[in-house]
């Protein structure tokens, strides 16, 4: 099977080079990036990067504005390089999402090792996560973002949406919603659904459009693709 795709964000060549060939080796597919701004461009037109290998200091946009940026789109799990190791960095860091932190100067067989822990460890977390059109769902937080912008959503709201997504495709009866998400001791009417449906919609944006109605049935949850 095919490793994963890694993004590496480093000014000095020397150093993504390095990082570049002991990746590559451990069988990853490695992509470099020369600064902040660039770092941007490369992922904003390449979701499939599954990490991100991020230097702290670098000139112009550095690592710190670089990952705000990058979580605006993404929770994409991320590596910090940095030069020194002090309590007040790594806190600003692990606030801003950070997932592993490396001190220069390092062992490149360490810096895999990482990253393969890493990964491991977002890959467990992928069944508690939905990330379709645009639409990201954090089960285990409760927390929704669409296009990076995160929503607010009352309990069914969310639970509707979560059962809409993970029947991706399939006509659902209003009777059908109703067991499933009011559970079977629910004694309203499907009246409530339309309800919650227009105020999911209303909160999605346009990708409210992606819940579709079925006349004299129910209701269909199809993202553009």
């Keep these: ?14 150093m993504r080079k390095l990082v ?17 701004m660039q770092a941007l461009e490369v992922y904003a037109s390449d979701k499939s990067i599954a990490l991100i290998i991020l230097d702290v200091m670098m000139p112009g946009l550095n690592g710190w504005d670089t990952l705000e940026s990058i979580r605006e789109m993404s929770s994409v799990p991320v590596i910090m390089l940095t030069a020194r190791s002090e309590e007040q960095d790594e806190l600003r860091g692990f606030k801003l999402g950070v997932d592993e932190y490396i001190t220069k100067p390092f062992s490149p ?3 895999v090792a990482r990253v393969d822990a890493v990964l491991r460890r977002s890959a467990s977390t992928q069944s508690e996560q939905h990330d379709i059109g645009g639409i990201v769902i954090d089960k285990s937080a409760h927390r929704v973002t669409v296009d990076g912008r995160e929503i607010d959503l009352s309990f069914k709201e969310f639970e509707l949406l979560v059962y809409f997504v993970e029947n991706q495709g ?3 009866s209003r009777e059908t919603i109703l067991n499933n998400v009011w559970n079977y001791n629910y004694f309203g009417d499907s009246r409530t659904i339309d309800t919650h449906v227009k105020k999911l919609r209303s909160k999605l944006g346009e990708k409210g459009d992606y819940i579709h109605t079925v006349w004299g049935m129910g209701y269909k949850f199809e993202a553009v693709r």
């Design 1 to 14: 099977m095919d490793k994963s795709k890694i993004l590496v964000v480093d000014d000095e060549s020397r």
């Design 20 to 36: 570049n060939d002991f990746l590559s080796r451990a069988g990853y597919t490695v992509l470099e990036a020369g600064d902040g």
């Design 109 to 111: 067989r360490i810096l």
């Design 170 to 172: 399939i006509a659902l």
